[in-house]
């Protein structure tokens, strides 16, 4: 039996407001294709970023080819041996092939770059995984595909002494061919004694690929499995085995008989294909998928922070045309995104300019100045409604707690007379106390007669909330769950991995 060239120990790891890794272990073996397989949030891409020095660990050990280290940089793991290549490729366009494989160790002679040198080692590197005749060391990198980028990452890291490899979604963002050619590069990988950990959400691949997996679930470490001794089924399982216990909403306040969002063909380059579906008034429509599937991008097109390449979309039986966020506040509609502090909140800026900030023009005269006292009246009693927990509405809402600042943006849409509420991720980063407050509010807001689009990757909140599910898989909506009441996370989670048709099935 091959012996281990990585342990992780007891491996910890938190951010504000999450611990994404609890104490987990991990063992890699020489010459092994090792999944890590769990729900978004498990932690997989977490402990891949600390072996490749892109994060530090909290706590723990990791043993590496026998030795305890603690690498401070992706360069000093890279040095090292131990490389990452990230679902999201960091190239330098406007460089070539060569300039990018050889950017922090550029050959030279006589005091200047020797470009033939690195051009001939840029060449050596193709040569050895066999994509010499795809593209030239001259070829500028943003004239090439995703797929042939994703092979000009894998030359720079075997430019070094590559021993230990790690790839984080790395189809993502491939064709079918390219997904071939991946795999047979990883084969060839392995034959030369390369240790590699394989994240995924697609099983087929992993099934096809590796010789382990290891399932992580809410940053804890579930088991360890050899790939020929577990099915498809089992491996869900393990990824969903949890308690699913807690907020259950009270009751359905759909009114089927109006349809207040209606979305057809809704197309965006690879990431949003043919997408349509309808959102009545006073229901929560949760939508569930992978990283990447596409929920959030149909929701970045429906307020207009993107633009659409075709399809409709209609507001209450009437077409309209929605090309920047301004027009969709007009038309009612309200974006909570996921990413509350880069996109939500001004963090700097205090409370009440956070929650009034959307309709402040509405609390103007006509002379352009604004309503104090209506403004700090509106700000105070939508605090008081969403029970916001700050020493004083002029506080910076960056020195709020992470379910307080989402209630701040919850608070600014309500403001706005929103009647559409799209909620991204709602409860990411809070703790439990204040995700069963926003899970009271959704329900409220629902039974005041305001629709919620709930795009979330906790299976258990989203079948305690919604009213029907939209699975996300590939750009494209896979599967719509009518009946959400007897709906299992297993059968939720099929869909976002498989296809609705043909082969595979749990």
Known sequence: MAENIVTCQKIRKSFPGVLALDDVDFELKKGEVHALCGENGAGKSTLIKILTGLYGKDSGRIIYEGNEINFKSVQECRNNGISLIPQEIHLAQDLTVAENVMMTQYPVKHGKVDWNAMREKT??????IGCENH??????????????????????????????????????????DETERLFHLIKELKEQGI????????????????????????????????????????????????????????????????????????????????????????????????????RTETARLIFGLEKKERGRIKINGETVEIRNPRQAVKRKLGFVTEDRRGEGLSTVSSVQWNITMPYLKKLSSSLQTIHHKQECDNAQKLSAKLRIKAASLDDSAGSLSGGNQQKIVIAKWLGAESEILIFDE?????????????????????????????????????????????VYRDGEINKEFTEVGDLTEEQVLHYAIMKDEGGDKL
Request: aromatic share 6%.
């Open 123 to 128: 060449l050596e590197l193709q040569k050895r």
């Open 135 to 176: 593209f030239t060391p001259d070829t500028r990198v943003g004239d090439l595909s995703m797929g042939h980028q994703q092979l000009i990452e894998i030359m720079k890291a075997i430019s070094t002494e590559l021993k230990v490899i790690a790839f984080d979604e790395p189809t993502s963002s491939l064709s079918d």
């Open 195 to 294: 240790s590699i950990i394989y994240v995924s959400h697609r099983l087929g691949e992993i099934f096809k690929v590796c010789d382990r997996v290891t399932v992580f679930k809410d940053g804890k470490y579930v088991d360890t499995k050899v790939i020929n001794d577990v099915s498809a089924k089992s491996l869900v399982a393990l990824m969903v085995g949890r308690e699913t216990g807690g907020y259950l909403k009270e009751k359905n306040y759909t009114d089927i008989s109006r349809k207040v969002l209606e979305v057809e063909g809704l197309c965006w380059d690879k990431k949003v294909k043919n997408v349509s579906f309808f959102l009545n008034k006073g229901e929560i429509l949760g939508m569930f998928g992978i990283v990447g599937a596409g």
């Open 426 to 470: 709602p409860t990411r980063g809070i703790d439990v106390g204040a995700k069963a407050e926003i899970y009271r509010l959704m329900e409220q807001l629902a039974s005041e007669g305001k629709s919620i689009i709930m795009i979330s990757s906790e299976l258990p909140e989203l079948l305690s909330l919604s009213d029907r599910i939209l």
